[in-house]
Structure formats: C-alpha cells, structure tokens
C-alpha cells in the first residue's frame, strides 16, 4: 500500500462518512473495462466468488465439477460448498493448467453425452461445470478447454484468481469461460486487503450474481423482500477504494513482474533448473516466478538452502487429491501433476523486488 494509495482511499470518504455504493460500483466498471468483460460482480473474496459462480449455473448435491489437482484449495472448497463432487483430471506441463488432451481421454472414457447433459458413469451424476485454473498466473490452454467442453455441453468457469493482468492474445484470462473469477486477496498481484470479482459476457446472469451475493433483495424504497436463497458476499467499499486505487497501479505492477522475471531467466539460462515461461501467444502476469528442478530432494534442499539465508522460496501446494477430504473423489491418471507437485519451487516474487 503506497502512500498514493492511502490518499486514494482518503479522498473517497471526504467526510468521514462511510458511502454504501460509490467505490464498489466503480470499481466493477474498472474490472468490466480492465478485462473487456461485459458485467462484473465484486464479492468479498475469490472463493464467495467461485461458489456462487458455480450456484448460479445450478451445481448442487447430485452434481460433478470437473477441475484440476494442482491448485489452491479454495478451488475445491468452492465445489464442495455447492455439495457437488470434484472429478480431477491432469494438468499440461507447460501451463500447470488443467490439460485439454487428459480432459478429452477422461470425457471420452468416464463420461456420456445424455441429450445436451454430460453423465459421469461411474457416479451417474451430471457434470455441470468445468473448473480450470490458470496457475501462478500462466494462461491454460483456455480455448481448447472452451472448444472441448462446448461438445461435451459442460459450461466453464474460469479461476482466474491468480491470472488479473494475464491474456491469451489480445483476451483477458476469465472471459473466455461463461464466468471468470479474480481474487484481491493479500497475497494475489493487485490487492483489496480482501476481494473478488465475477467477471462474465452474459449481462443477465451478471446481474443475477449481483443480486444474489446481495441477499437477493428486491429493489424498493424501504420494504425488505428476498424472493430466493441469497448470500451476502458483497465487497464492502472501504476494500472496493483500495481495489480501485490498485487497479490503477496494475499496469506499473505488471511491468515490475516482467522486469524480475526476466531478471531470473538471464539468471537462470545457463543452469540446470527450468524457469516456466509463458506459451506463444499468450502474456502471464509473472505473478509468482516458478523453476522446476529434477526430484523432491533436489527441491529440499534448494528450500532448505534459500530459506537459511532468508530468501523466501517456497513448494507447491499439496494435490488436492492427497488431501483427506478430497482423497476420495473420481479422478483420470495425474502423471503431470504428481510430477510438478513434486518439482516446483516458487522464487520471491513481489513487484517492490
Ligand atoms: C487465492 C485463490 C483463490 C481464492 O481467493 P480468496 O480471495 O483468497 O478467497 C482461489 N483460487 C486460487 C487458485 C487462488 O490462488
């Protein structure tokens, strides 16, 4: 938080009086306008953010979601909330992303077209969303996924948490899907102390979503009526104001990140450890820097060896498919995933480095 940004938040309450719409309602417009989406949804975090994304699409207890293994477990919890079953297919090396070629074997294998419904066999649940995450901010094969996914009638959404500021082309990660969600927790490149945003081109179920995460009220002068089971995971406007003030300062943050990034490939060009890079065709946000080394000892001991000087270095997540709640549920064969879990070592990464 820059002093610039301090004033910023100052200057949307100049009478010490707390707005109730003002910063949130710029700050969707900022994301509509930042991402080329056509509606967004602050929330009050990334993970309110995927539940009701998927809620809206009508995922419940006797349902599937398709994702990926390696990824934060927010992504899960967001499924498991709906009482719907994660189903776990494999990632591409390249992109740490869920892989079109393993999705493809997993649909043609596991599951069954029922009239416009994708029927898992084993379960006889329906899949009702694929959930895809764009990992450290490296764009996924995205337009595959959307092209395989359009035959198989499964509508995606995005999890762009870790991805603002990350394209495909000319395209914003998060609008490739039906809904793309971002996060502004602490740790993520822009930040609003907390916070999410719903991103999508269908203005109709945006504004759904809107009326949803805001008790589902109905708009009247002073009577309280909800017509249906809403939530309430409004972003409230004091994180909104320091959303905006940071959306401001992307641009400078994007070009920090590229700056170290390709600090650490001059670095790392003429060793043996692989520093990811993003795909042709596509621009990452380089929000955590990632190398990937030859075995989990060779990982123990770069962590033990950076840590002991006080460089923060760090593992990857624990696949969701090894963890007790999750250990249970369907998934294809994870060669990918079981390797990088096991490979990835993430550099320090802040924009001030
Ligand atoms: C951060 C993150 C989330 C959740 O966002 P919160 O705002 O912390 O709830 C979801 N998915 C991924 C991949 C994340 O990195």
Not at 51 to 75: K, M
Not at 286 to 302: H, K, Y
Not at 306 to 311: A, H, I, P, Q, Y
């Amino acid at each position: 938080m820059s002093k610039a940004i301090i004033e910023y938040v100052k200057a949307q309450y100049p009478e010490g009086f707390i707005p109730m719409h003002a910063p949130v309602e710029q700050f969707e417009a900022q994301m509509s306008a930042y991402t080329g989406a056509a509606h967004t949804t602050a929330v009050v975090n990334g993970t309110s953010g995927i539940h009701i994304a998927l809620h809206v699409l009508d995922v419940g207890p006797e349902d599937a979601v398709i994702t990926q293994p390696l990824t934060f477990v927010a992504t899960c919890n967001a499924i498991a909330y709906t009482g719907a079953l994660p189903l776990f297919d494999d990632v591409d090396e390249d992109t740490m992303g869920l892989s079109p070629t393993a999705l493809a074997a997993y649909l043609e294998e596991a599951c069954q077209l029922d009239g416009t419904q994708c029927r898992h066999k084993a379960t006889g649940r329906l899949i009702k969303a694929c959930l895809p995450m764009h990992t450290f901010g490296f764009p996924c094969r995205i337009q595959e996924l959307v092209a395989l996914c359009e035959r198989w009638c499964i509508p995606i959404v995005e999890d762009a948490a870790e991805s603002l500021g990350s394209r495909v082309g000319d395209r914003h990660t998060g609008t490739f899907g039906r809904l793309g969600v971002f996060s502004f927790n602490g740790n993520k490149i822009a930040t609003a102390g907390g916070g999410g945003a719903v991103v999508t081109q269908a203005v109709a179920l945006g504004q759904r979503i809107k009326h949803l995460t805001t008790t589902a009220k109905q708009p009247h002068r002073w009577a309280y009526r909800h017509e249906t089971l809403g939530f309430n995971y409004r972003m409230p406007n004091i994180n909104a104001a320091l959303a905006c003030a940071q959306l401001e300062s992307l641009p400078q943050f994007l070009e920090n990140k590229r700056q170290l990034a390709l600090a650490y490939q001059a670095f790392f060009a003429t060793r043996t450890e692989q520093l990811l890079w993003e795909r042709a065709g596509t621009s990452a946000n380089f929000w955590l820097n990632t190398l990937r080394v030859s075995s989990s000892a060779v990982r123990d001991s770069l962590l033990m060896a950076t840590n002991e000087v006080g460089v923060m270095t760090r593992p990857v997540w624990e696949l969701m498919t090894d963890l007790p709640m999750y250990q249970n549920c369907p998934k294809g064969p994870l060669p990918n995933a079981t390797l990088l879990s096991q490979q990835i070592v993430n550099l320090p990464s802040s924009v001030r480095l």
